[in-house]
């Protein structure tokens, strides 16, 4: 059995603009599931996205008022970490994530621990940072899709976002650039992360 999962994050709606780029939801379109990784600031996004897909949210230092912004609401579907079993992977999502890592205090392994309870995930998905980035730490497949708002913290401008494929006890990422007519593979010699 093979699922397609849509991975997002750091959508900052209504601050970075009014709703999410109509090539986001074209994007996600036929989805088994979307992770949202926080700082999604106004839940409407969680409801749009949910009529694509069931959706699970993390809860980012966007919805705990960082910035002077309202505190969000209690909601079943916002939570600071999920631990799902998706196509028989142990997949965890959550907002932050210390990577890259400052050992010995700040480590994926800790931070796992602390978020899950557990160290033996097969996908992480994070955001906060708004870069997007792909790599195995230890056994883990972690993923950040960036932003499609927000990438790199610049200004509104068409962004990222990220699938998860499923399939036969295996998991492959990827990230995409939205474009005006809308995805393009990720350039990655064109990457900057700020480490």
Do not use: K
Not at 76 to 86: D, H, I, N, S
Not at 107 to 130: C, I, N, P, S
Not at 170 to 188: C, H, M, N, V
Request: hydrophobic letters at 40%; proline letters at 8%; a negative charge.
């Amino acid at each position: 059995m093979r699922l397609l999962i849509g991975l997002i994050s750091d959508t900052h709606i209504p601050e970075s603009r009014p709703e999410l780029w109509p090539q986001v939801f074209a994007a996600f379109a036929g989805v088994d599931a979307i992770l949202h990784a926080g700082d999604i600031h106004d839940l409407v996004v969680i409801d749009q996205l949910s009529d694509i897909a069931p959706t699970w949210a993390a809860r980012g230092n966007g919805e705990e008022g960082s910035g002077g912004r309202p505190v969000q609401p209690h909601d079943p579907r916002l939570r600071e970490a999920w631990l799902l079993e998706l196509g028989g992977l142990r997949v965890g999502l959550t907002h932050e994530m210390p990577i890259p890592e400052y050992p010995p205090n700040f480590t994926v392994e800790r931070a796992m621990r602390r978020y899950f309870g557990r160290t033996d995930l097969d996908v992480l998905v994070y955001g906060d940072t708004h870069v997007e980035a792909i790599d195995t730490i230890g056994a883990t497949l972690c993923v950040n899709p960036g932003s499609p708002t927000y990438p790199h913290n610049l200004n509104t401008q068409l962004g990222t976002l990220g699938f998860l494929e499923i399939s036969g006890g295996r998991a492959e990422a990827t990230i995409w650039q939205l474009t005006e007519d809308g995805l393009a593979p990720f350039d990655w010699s064109r990457a900057r992360r700020p480490w």
